[in-house]
């Protein structure tokens, strides 16, 4: 709308003024006026671009279901200049992630509910606790939003608002891929992993299907949020149809914490047989890590409290016998100061 109401001001302006229209605060309207709203519109966009790629990992625009609530934010941002405070970056980044994921605006009375909340945002110098009473409350992540068990329906990982505010998660924790251990923001090819692979459910004497609910949604159970990993292409591939005792259980001990940023940190139910307990448990943990994420999101800041990076000697340190994942050989050289660290010699 900015945009082909500037080009009709700067081409046709005799034209427009017979419609006589007036600014917000009762002035006639003029070029410079449209030039104005339209240059500040552009910057406010530009700046949630930012903190879409930035806090939410946005890398293309697929996951976000609607557009509606990106206007409202951006109106913020314009009211505030263009420019936001941690503070004020936080909430609005908190608001954001649950607007499109309830897609606040869908529905009748789409046009009201954008009007009652811009209304909110330019009046008030806190808008967020009006705007979430328009949202009936909400702040926080439901089971809910995961999915059911029982049904064949389910929330869907890649290219869902919901699978990208999760790899948003394990980025802000700078989360390991589990196999290849490099930093998942620093791979170029990832993918969705099934933790209790799809080979596994394909053989109808698997232990994943011994009861009647299993097999009637065995989609909806072995598609779960919960039964997803977010991984490198190369390690989803290393797994391959291995099932989760085998290639979890197996990472050393001392390099369980890795696990956290995955939820799967929980050595227990693992077995084929234990599979709801697994979904249940790991489920909780992912609601719960979502939250704690949300309210440190909303803090403000780009960096976590800590790092989980693993420099080459750490991941020696913490081995004394090869594994699956680290085979000694005679010579392996790296330097460990000056601006050759980490690299090898």
């Not at 941002?77 to 405070?85: F, T, Y």
């Not at 939003?145 to 064949?152: K, V």
């Not at 159970?221 to 391959?240: D, L, P, Q, W």
């Amino acid at each position: 709308i900015s945009v082909e109401l500037y080009r009709s001001i700067a081409s046709r302006p005799k034209e427009l003024s017979v419609f006589k229209p007036k600014t917000r605060d009762g002035k006639t309207l003029q070029e410079k006026h449209v030039k104005k709203a339209f240059d500040e519109t552009i910057k406010a966009f530009d700046y949630l671009l930012g903190i879409l790629k930035n806090e939410f990992s946005i890398t293309n625009d697929k996951p976000i279901i609607t557009n509606y609530p990106l206007i409202v934010a951006a109106s913020y941002i314009r009211k505030n200049n263009g420019k936001l405070n941690t503070v004020q970056k936080g909430k609005l980044c908190r608001w954001l992630a649950m607007s499109i994921l309830t897609n606040r605006y869908a529905g009748k009375g789409t046009n009201t509910k954008m009007d009652e909340d811009l209304r909110i945002v330019y009046q008030k110098a806190e808008p967020w606790n009006y705007l979430y009473a328009n949202m009936r409350g909400r702040k926080s992540f439901h089971k809910e939003d995961f999915g059911l068990f029982s049904t064949n329906d389910f929330v869907q990982t890649k290219n869902s608002w919901l699978g990208q505010l999760y790899i948003a998660k394990m980025n802000w924790y700078n989360a390991l891929d589990f196999i290849s251990l490099q930093t998942i923001s620093s791979v170029e090819k990832l993918e969705w992993h099934h933790i209790f692979p799809q080979v596994l459910w394909k053989n109808e004497k698997s232990a994943l299907l011994k009861t009647k609910d299993l097999r009637e949604n065995r989609d909806g159970y072995m598609n779960h949020f919960a039964n997803k990993s977010y991984i490198s292409k190369r390690s989803n591939g290393h797994i391959g149809g291995t099932e989760p005792l085998i290639y979890l259980t197996t990472i050393d001990t001392k390099r369980r914490q890795i696990l956290e940023a995955h939820d799967l940190d929980d050595m227990r139910y693992f077995k084929q047989n234990e599979y709801k307990n697994f979904l249940e448990r790991r489920l909780r943990k992912i609601v719960t890590s979502m939250n704690n994420w949300l309210d440190d999101l909303e803090k403000g800041g780009a960096v976590p409290v800590k790092t989980s990076i693993h420099t080459p000697e750490k991941i020696f340190d913490t081995n004394d016998h090869e594994t699956q994942f680290v085979e000694w050989k005679e010579t392996y050289l790296f330097a460990t100061d000056s601006e050759n660290y980490g690299k090898k010699l």
